[in-house]
């Protein structure tokens, strides 16, 4: 049997349905023991108590997930929200979870999360 290339396995994962890849994930996990959890990097160290009492101004809103029947209505969403092309938005909802915007108002955020929670997905500000 001749060995399957990087290229190979890439090419057969960009041509499977969400579900498919989803799975595929799941399965791996299960094989090897391990999680594909996104590891989060710590933000700025918090600066100290003065720091801590201030009111947070900026906020990063993450895409975490979506429902799989609703996807199309979550790529519009993303896609008018971040002024990107389709397949951008495509593959942004795709690697959810994924950050979307960083360094937006409260209200911007929460507006944000409320068009993608009414589309079908689910967000989060942070």
């Known amino acids: 049997m001749a060995a399957i290339t990087q290229d190979q396995i890439l090419d057969a994962i960009a041509n499977m349905t969400v579900l498919e890849a989803s ?3 799941k399965a791996m996990e299960e094989k090897f023991g391990v999680t594909a959890a996104v590891a989060v990097a710590a ?4 600066g100290g108590a003065a720091a801590g009492a201030e009111e947070q101004t900026e906020f990063t809103v993450t895409l975490e997930s979506f429902d799989a029947a609703k996807k199309i209505p979550v790529i519009k ?3 008018e929200a971040l002024g990107v092309g389709l397949g951008d938005a ?4 795709e690697g ?3 950050v979307l915007k960083e360094g937006v108002s409260k209200a911007d955020a929460d507006d944000l ?6 589309a079908g ?5 942070k």
């Open 23 to 25: 799975e595929l994930v």
């Open 43 to 46: 933000g700025p160290a918090a």
């Open 77 to 79: 969403v993303v896609k």
């Open 96 to 98: 959810a979870p994924k």
């Open 113 to 118: 999360i409320k068009k993608i929670e009414e």
């Open 90 to 93: 495509k593959a942004l909802v």
């Open 121 to 125: 997905g689910k967000a989060s500000k």
